[in-house]
């Protein structure tokens, strides 16, 4: 688990891991693939889990998903198929998204679940 370890940093939002998605069901985004991490820093201090979304570049622009480029590939974090995973599923951080698009993200979680 990336998360617990004394010598590990913290797990922030915003920043990107590996993360093993399976077991999946139905239409879920499946295998090892890059996530950001959006659950509140606060949350992910104390839990041991965490809110991740996955990133894909094989996406079509639906309203609930922010394009961005990481890791030098366009593509969309997929907001439509959050979800919470044990800290045992982070492999390894990759990097963080850019501050404009983590507010991109931000933004978007808001509309998706504001009254």
């Known amino acids: 688990m990336v998360a617990t370890s004394a010598s590990t940093p913290p797990v922030r939002r915003g920043e990107v891991y590996l993360v093993a998605l399976n077991p999946t069901r139905g239409r879920e985004i499946r295998k090892t693939r890059p ?3 959006v ?3 606060e949350l ?3 839990m ?3 809110i991740v979304a996955p990133l894909t570049t094989g996406s079509h622009p639906y309203p ?3 394009a961005c480029r990481f890791a030098g ?4 974090v997929v907001l439509d198929q959050l979800r919470t995973v044990d800290g045992e599923h982070l ?25």
Do not use: I, W, Y
């Open 91 to 115: 492999e390894k951080r990759l990097g963080a998204l850019t501050a404009t698009t983590e507010a991109k993200v931000l933004g978007v979680l808001q509309a998706m679940f504001a009254p």
């Open 73 to 76: 590939k366009d593509g969309h």
């Open 64 to 66: 609930f998903r922010v």
């Open 44 to 46: 992910n201090a104390h």
């Open 35 to 37: 996530c950001v991490v």
């Open 48 to 50: 041991g889990t965490f």
């Open 39 to 41: 659950s509140p820093d």
